[in-house]
């Protein structure tokens, strides 16, 4: 069974940081590119970032450059979302997700986890 | 950035009716290699994660039932719910992934009339 399972969310004050977690089983792993989606509570998607499956590229979105920092242990099938200097605007489910595969340079997110939230308050 | 705008906001069909959910975005998302549009939907039920249904803005993904489909005109998209059904109420978001940041539509809530 393809899994994707988030952890390390909680509450933590502004200015604070926090290290996300996904372990992956059930499919090839160093073959897909991974990313990491947020909703606020009651918002819309919002995509955060993306690291491709080398651990050689990374993306971010403009909200959170310069305060994330994606990363991957193949070895392992972890992905990583380590948050520094938060807000109360990063408050959210943080959803780790896998590329489908097959479509190049990107492509659609096919497997989400169930979320993990971080609540960002003091 | 590409910006995706869905319409309606909300929309209320009778069962065994025709849903229609646009999406526009603020650029081609044709990709000149494969000549496919980097579009995909979703469907978000409450108190679970998105799922996704439709990508390259035509393909249905793997299980997901016929009477989804996607279609497309230049950058103008479409998501058709035929036949609609209880289980079918959700938020609908579109998505491109032609270019980061792979930005999302605003969400449609789709609900029973």
């Known amino acids: 069974e393809v899994k994707l399972v988030e952890s390390g969310g909680g509450l933590v004050k502004p200015g604070g940081s926090l290290r996300l977690s996904c372990a992956a089983s059930g499919f090839t792993f160093t073959n897909t590119r991974m990313n990491w989606v947020r909703q606020a509570p009651g918002k819309g998607l919002e995509w955060v970032s993306s690291?491709?499956?080398?651990?050689?590229?990374?993306y971010y979105s403009d909200s959170v450059k310069g305060r994330f920092t994606i990363s991957r242990d193949n070895a392992k099938n972890l992905v990583f979302l380590q948050m520094n200097s938060l807000r109360a605007e990063d408050t959210a489910v943080y959803y780790c997700v896998r590329d489908k595969g097959g479509s190049w340079p990107y492509d659609a997110f096919d497997v989400w986890g169930q979320g993990t939230l971080v609540t960002v308050s003091s | 950035d590409i910006v995706m705008t869905q319409s309606p906001d909300s929309l209320a069909v009778s069962l065994g009716e025709r849903a229609t959910i646009n999406c526009k975005s603020s650029?081609?998302?044709?990709?000149?290699?494969?000549?496919?549009?980097?579009l995909a939907w979703y469907q978000q039920k409450p108190g679970q994660p998105p799922k996704l249904l439709i990508y390259w803005a035509t393909t249905r993904e793997s299980g997901v039932p016929g009477r989804f489909s996607g279609s497309e005109s230049g950058t103008d998209f479409t998501l058709t719910i035929n036949d609609l059904q209880a289980e079918d109420v959700a938020v609908y978001y579109c998505?491109?992934?032609?270019?980061?940041?792979?930005?999302f539509g605003q969400g449609t809530k789709l609900d029973i009339k």
């Open positions: 690291v491709s499956a080398a651990n050689s590229y990374f």
């Open positions: 998505q491109q992934y032609y270019t980061t940041p792979h930005t």
């Open positions: 650029q081609s998302l044709l990709y000149s290699s494969n000549n496919k549009n980097f």
